[in-house]
C-alpha cells in the first residue's frame, strides 16, 4: 500500500498522527454526508424502503469485516450504548464476579460497575505491571489466570486504548468459553486497522465507535452481537425493529415479534439519511484497502520510531503485544506532558496525551515525512 493521503482533506503541513482521537473525513465520505443532507431538501425522494436500504449495506459491510452474519450487527449511537445493551442482559449467579483491566475506556467499566453495584457483584481489575520490560506478556498471562468459573464477563479493548497493548482475544475468548464466560470487546481502537474474526475469538459482543479507526460520521457506532443474545431486551422500543416495520400503513398493528437477530438492539431513527451513508462509504473503502495492508503500512512506516524509542532507552513490547496503528509512549515521572503536547502541537504535529502516555497512532494517511516531523519536534 502507497499513502493513501491524496482521499483525505488534511492540509500538508499538518501531521495528523491522531486517528486514535478521530479520524479524518475521507472525500468519498464527505461527499456522501453533503448528499444526505441534499436529500432533506425534498422529502418526497425519500421512500419508505429507504428506511431500510441503507442500514441494509452497512451491517453487510461490517459483517464481512469482523466475520458475522449481517443479521447480528446493530445499529448504535456509542460504545456505551452498546456496552448497556449487551451486559444488562448478562443474568447473575450467586458468587459471581466481572473481570475488566487497568485503565479500561470509561464506558466498559462503569457499565461494567452498575452490573455489579445492580447484583451485589465484585468487579475485578487485573492491573498492568509498568515497572516490568515485557508488560504486555505479563498483563496478558494474568488476565488469564484472573477468569475463573466464578467469572460472569470479562469486557475489555482489543488494544488498550491509552498504551497500544495488543491483547491475546484467540486465547482469552477459549478461556472464556472454557469456563462458561462471556466476552464483550470494545473494537473501537482496532477494528478498521487490525483484522477482527468474532467467530476465530469466540467473542459474544463486539462494540465499536465508528468515527476513528471505522472512519465513519461522529456519533455512530456499530456492534456483532452473539445469537445467545437475540431474546435480550433491548435498551429502546424502537418500531423500526419489529417485523412489521416496512408496512407504514400497519404500525399500529402492534406485533410482539422483533426482527431475527440483534436487530431489537438498534437505536432508533437508525436509517439515518446522513450518516448511514457516510458510514457506509467508509466501509466500502476500508474492505477496498484491506485490513492486513493497513496493519503493514503501520508496521513499516512506524519503524523509525521504534528505533528511535529503542535508542532513547524506552521499554516496549514485543510485536507479540504491540499493535503497529496505535502506540504509547511511557512518560518519564518528571515530565509535563501537557507542555510537551503543546510544543508537539506548536510544530504542527498532533498527537494524544492519555494518563501518562503520548500516543500515537498511524493510518493510511500517513507518511514519512510525518513520522519523520514526529521524530524532530521529540528530539527539540
Known amino acids: 500500500m502507497i499513502c ?4 483525505f482533506q488534511l492540509p500538508e503541513e499538518i501531521h495528523y498522527l491522531n486517528n486514535a482521537y478521530m479520524s479524518p473525513l475521507l472525500k468519498s465520505v464527505e461527499e ?5 443532507m441534499q436529500r432533506k431538501r425534498n422529502p418526497i425522494s425519500i421512500k419508505p424502503v429507504d428506511f431500510f436500504t441503507d442500514v441494509k449495506g452497512v451491517r453487510q459491510k461490517f459483517g464481512t469485516l469482523v ?7 446493530a ?3 456509542s460504545v456505551s450504548y452498546g456496552m448497556n445493551s449487551v451486559i444488562r442482559n448478562i443474568p447473575y449467579r450467586r458468587g459471581q464476579h466481572a473481570l475488566t483491566v487497568s485503565e479500561e475506556f470509561p464506558s466498559c467499566y462503569y457499565t461494567a460497575e452498575r452490573w455489579c453495584s445492580d447484583n451485589g457483584a465484585e468487579l475485578r481489575v487485573v492491573a498492568r505491571k509498568d515497572d516490568l520490560p515485557q508488560k504486555g506478556r505479563d498483563w496478558n498471562e494474568r488476565i488469564l489466570e484472573a477468569i475463573s468459573s466464578d467469572t460472569a464477563f470479562v469486557v475489555m479493548a482489543s488494544v488498550h486504548w491509552m498504551n497500544g497493548t495488543k491483547f491475546d482475544l484467540e486465547s482469552i475468548g477459549d478461556r472464556c468459553r472454557e469456563v462458561g464466560a462471556k466476552l464483550i470487546v470494545d473494537g473501537s481502537q482496532s477494528v478498521g486497522a487490525l483484522p477482527m474474526d468474532v467467530k476465530k475469538y469466540k467473542i459474544d459482543a463486539l462494540i465499536c465507535a465508528a468515527y476513528k479507526w471505522l472512519m465513519g460520521p461522529y456519533s455512530t457506532a456499530l456492534s456483532f452481537i452473539h445469537e445467545d443474545f437475540n431474546e435480550g431486551i433491548p435498551l429502546e422500543e424502537s418500531w423500526m425493529t419489529r417485523i412489521n416495520a416496512e408496512r407504514f400503513d400497519r404500525l399500529t398493528q402492534y406485533v410482539d415479534a422483533y426482527k431475527p437477530g440483534a436487530t431489537r438492539f438498534d437505536v432508533g431513527q437508525s436509517s439515518n439519511f446522513i450518516s448511514m451513508p457516510m458510514l457506509d462509504e467508509a466501509l466500502r473503502q476500508i474492505l477496498d484497502w484491506g485490513v492486513e495492508e493497513i496493519q503493514e503500512y503501520g508496521r513499516k512506516l512506524g519503524e523509525p520510531l521504534i528505533d528511535y524509542f529503542l535508542h532513547k532507552g524506552a521499554t516496549l513490547d514485543d510485536e507479540a503485544y504491540r499493535a503497529h496503528h496505535l502506540m504509547g509512549l511511557q512518560l518519564l515521572a518528571d515530565t509535563n506532558g501537557e507542555a510537551l503536547l503543546a510544543e508537539l502541537q506548536s510544530r504542527n504535529v498532533y498527537v ?3 494518563g501518562n502516555n503520548i500516543r500515537i497512532s498511524i493510518n493510511v494517511f500517513n507518511n514519512e515525512s510525518d513520522v519523520g516531523e514526529l521524530i524532530a519536534a521529540m528530539d527539540k
Do not use: A, T, W
Open 352 to 354: 494524544s496525551l492519555r
Open 75 to 77: 445499529v448504535m449511537p
Open 32 to 36: 456522501k454526508g453533503i448528499e444526505g
Open 4 to 7: 493513501q493521503k491524496h482521499l
Open 67 to 73: 466475520n458475522c452474519d449481517p443479521s447480528q450487527v
